[in-house]
């Protein structure tokens, strides 16, 4: 089998331009390796005050913490950095993924027993295609492509990949947009 990633491309998800249309989680029930349920989540960040919405997806990381807490070896990284969800006959539904993820990705889906989370269209990226979230995403606040596609489109915002956790230095192969400027380390 042919695997068709093009390295250059990446996934950014740029949550200020997130409107909460929920697009990405039904484009992504449509798929049916995943049981035509959405591995992306719209979150509501304050609902009393704000209708402000973030969008949650696997962020891919380098080190995957759910992959290493795993005590059933259900959950793999591939050579192209993909995590994918846990492997349903080895999953034994233990939560550990759930409870260790710093990102608050991995769900248990009760009625499967099993935990699933988003593996980047690992079926449609494999082959050239963008992932279905990013295909679908009215206000670009999804978007799969080159770095250099992205500067065009944003020019006031830096992709990051790199998140501290109290002591721990998570790199990730998604990138979170930010405004330029705003990650810098100001030393007062």
Do not use: W
Request: with cysteine; charged share 20%.
């Amino acid at each position: 089998m042919h695997h068709y990633y093009k390295l250059q491309e990446e996934f950014f998800v740029d949550m200020q331009r997130c409107i909460g249309c929920k697009s990405c989680e039904a484009a992504c029930a449509e798929c049916e390796t995943n049981g035509e349920e959405s591995m992306i989540h719209v979150n509501y960040v304050d609902r009393a005050v704000t209708i402000q919405t973030t969008v949650q997806v696997c962020m891919h990381c380098d080190d995957p913490v759910c992959a290493n807490v795993c005590p059933a070896d259900a959950i793999t990284k591939d050579e192209f950095g993909i995590v994918h969800t846990a492997n349903t006959s080895r999953c034994i539904g233990c939560s550990n993924c759930v409870m260790a993820c710093p990102f608050g990705v991995p769900k248990k889906v009760e009625h499967y027993d099993l935990m699933m989370k988003c593996n980047m269209c690992y079926d449609r990226t494999s082959v050239g295609k963008k992932p279905m979230c990013a295909t679908v995403c009215p206000s670009g606040a999804l978007f799969y492509g080159t770095r250099e596609e992205m500067e065009k489109m944003r020019p006031n915002s830096s992709p990051v990949n790199q998140f501290v956790f109290g002591q721990e230095v998570v790199k990730t192969k998604v990138n979170i947009m930010m405004p330029k400027g705003s990650t810098e380390l100001k030393i007062f």
